[in-house]
């Protein structure tokens, strides 16, 4: 059973459609990590998500992030670079855990109002989470939370 | 399409029934911690792992892990106490990736051909692994990996 809200006389229940562990490499690590979840668990790869800077810059396009399936199961795996508003976050917390919803102004408030920090707040995403609306939120025992949904307005061939 | 080996002639497929992410916390803060994603995550509690040890010596049993359910999906949060041989991981990794499967010997074997390293040999589990074999591997990169599937052997009732 999910546990419900009542806001404003309304009954609200709270529900996520995915869970993702994210896990931040030191770049360009995520690519011999990603080569190394396939040969050791059969990872599947889903899509990957190209740095558009350094699309540019070089000549082989550097890896983002790359969506992995083992058996049922979803993983992402991503490059953090140095130039990156993240790049201190690889020290401190390597798995990011990434949570789906189709409502997330609620979600993002059932949390805060439960005791997360709002670290970065409900904004076009970037890297894996292009064509979603992302937050992050640090819960209060040092874990990062991304709370996404995808985005309604994005006109479609945009992204 | 999973990925196949090919083992003495013998095509094998390896697959993954369960995919849990365990947040390890400094005890006794999981008891806090899995209130927190009650309230922030409407998780709902699926069982509860006391301390043997401490269960004899207190009045009040400490919990050693709790499974929650996020909608679809399963998280561990587990306390780490000071005796125990896992207190220095919470420092170093506080989420450990716990992959459940049918064949643990072919999935840590293939796994250490890809490249990781053995931390725990194959074993009874203890905690929320109770009931099932398990062995922790180190990748490449730093994560940690359980791998575990159910003790074929056990006694009913036994656990």
Do not use: C
């Not at 993983?75 to 670079?81: H, T």
């Not at 201190?88 to 919803?101: C, G, Q, W």
């Not at 805060?112 to 670290?119: K, M």
């Amino acid at each position: 059973m999910a546990e419900s809200d009542v806001q404003n006389g309304v009954e609200k229940t709270l529900s996520f459609k995915a869970f993702k562990p994210q896990l931040l490499l030191q770049a360009p690590k995520a690519t011999d990590a990603v080569d190394f979840y396939k040969a050791a668990f059969a990872a599947e790869e889903l899509n990957r998500t190209l740095h558009s800077k350094r699309k540019a810059e070089q000549e082989t396009p550097a890896i983002l992030s790359v969506e992995l399936r083992v058996s049922d199961f979803s993983l992402l795996v991503s490059n953090v670079f140095d130039d990156s508003a993240s790049a201190e976050k690889v020290a401190e917390s390597r798995v990011v855990l990434f949570l789906e919803t189709e409502d997330i102004e609620a979600a993002v408030s059932k949390a805060v109002s439960a005791g997360a920090v709002v670290e970065s707040k409900i904004a076009e995403g970037d890297g894996p989470y292009v064509g979603n609306r992302v937050a992050k939120l640090k819960d209060p025992f040092g874990f990062t939370w991304l709370i996404g949904t995808p985005a309604k307005e994005s006109p479609v061939g945009e992204v």
